[in-house]
């Protein structure tokens, strides 16, 4: 399986952006998870292919949304309402267990990440 994420940028606080992450095999669930340098890379969202189960962290419920695209085989984070808080590297993850996970460890594959920066 291979990940490829792509659509950080830089944003102002209370601006819009899309993440996108196309996938060369399928995964169960696909997430999302970014780090800020210094710190532990955090569970931001996943959801299982068929959009049917997904996870968001406290952080960015009703502010982010998961969407797949099933014919690109791509997922996409929509990010609003964004915050400087926001600002970090996004990675873009698989899993091939069936059991939700929102814990680093439960990923069995990763993208290269792409950086978010929101401004003030």
């Known amino acids: 399986v291979q990940l490829q994420a792509y659509g950080g940028g830089l944003v102002q606080a209370g601006g819009s952006l899309r993440l996108s992450c196309a996938a060369a095999?399928?995964?169960?669930?696909m997430g999302w998870f970014r780090q800020v340098q210094g710190k532990e890379r955090e569970f931001v969202a996943t959801?299982?292919?068929?959009?049917?189960?997904?996870s968001y962290a406290d952080s960015v419920k009703g502010r982010f949304t998961i969407s797949v695209e099933n014919a690109k085989s791509t997922v996409h984070l929509q990010m609003n309402s964004l915050k400087p808080e926001d600002t970090a590297v996004y990675y873009c993850?698989?899993?091939?267990?069936?059991?939700?996970?929102?814990?680093?460890?439960?990923?069995?594959?990763w993208g290269q990440g792409t950086l978010v920066t929101v401004s003030s």
């Open positions: 993850a698989g899993r091939r267990s069936v059991v939700l996970s929102t814990t680093l460890g439960g990923y069995d594959y």
């Open positions: 959801t299982s292919w068929s959009g049917r189960t997904t």
């Open positions: 095999g399928r995964p169960y669930f």
